[in-house]
């Protein structure tokens, strides 16, 4: 099964992938992941050269089963092509901005670590993000959309 999670910041896609991963057996993948190497604490991510990012983008895509999760970009798009299904993770913005919260006070005390340095400026830039996201996706007749909590562990179950 090759499936896309695709959804918008603090909407649980690699939670998700997380749990499907380890239910299943199949890899996981973020596709901020592949697009930046791991953060540096002094740095931050750096964005992979065309060079670097093909080869590893390619070699996931050969995998027989895949989850690849990720908010949809160009670059992303042999993806979304090639997954059996795209699971569409559209959940309220205001439950999405409390998670955002969340998610940078939880990081700020170090109960959760994160692939970039926790900052007000980065809180604010996913709420920007969150507000500016809409669910466009190609491929309808691939797509399961999710709208709340029961939605997604009834697929969680059923996976």
Same mark, same amino acid.
């Given at each position: 099964?090759?499936?896309?999670?695709?959804?918008?910041?603090?909407?649980?896609?690699?939670?998700?992938?997380?749990?499907?991963?380890?239910?299943?057996? !199949?890899?996981?993948?973020?596709?901020?992941?592949?697009?930046?190497?791991?953060?540096?604490?002094?740095?931050?991510?750096?964005?992979?050269?065309?060079?670097?990012?093909?080869?590893?983008?390619?070699?996931?895509?050969?995998?027989?089963?895949?989850?690849?999760?990720?908010?949809?970009?160009?670059?992303?798009?042999?993806?979304?092509?090639?997954?059996?299904?795209?699971?569409?993770?559209?959940?309220?913005?205001?439950?999405?901005?409390?998670?955002?919260?969340?998610?940078?006070?939880?990081?700020?005390?170090?109960?959760?670590?994160?692939?970039?340095?926790?900052?007000?400026?980065?809180?604010?830039?996913?709420?920007?993000?969150?507000?500016?996201?809409?669910?466009?996706?190609?491929?309808?007749?691939?797509?399961? !959309? !999710?709208?709340?909590?029961?939605?997604?562990?009834?697929?969680?179950?059923?996976?």
């Amino acid at each position: 099964m090759k499936l896309y999670i695709a959804g918008c910041p603090a909407s649980g896609k690699s939670y998700l992938s997380h749990q499907l991963s380890q239910r299943s057996g !199949i890899a996981a993948y973020d596709c901020d992941a592949i697009l930046y190497t791991a953060a540096d604490t002094f740095t931050g991510n750096r964005k992979r050269t065309a060079n670097e990012f093909e080869p590893l983008f390619n070699q996931i895509l050969t995998d027989k089963d895949w989850i690849i999760e990720g908010v949809p970009r160009k670059k992303f798009s042999r993806a979304l092509e090639e997954a059996d299904y795209i699971l569409i993770l559209d959940f309220p913005k205001t439950k999405l901005y409390f998670r955002a919260l969340k998610r940078y006070i939880k990081q700020k005390l170090k109960l959760e670590t994160s692939g970039y340095k926790p900052s007000l400026k980065m809180l604010f830039q996913m709420f920007k993000w969150i507000y500016q996201y809409d669910v466009q996706v190609e491929f309808p007749e691939k797509q399961i !959309i !999710i709208k709340n909590k029961k939605q997604l562990l009834e697929f969680i179950n059923n996976f």
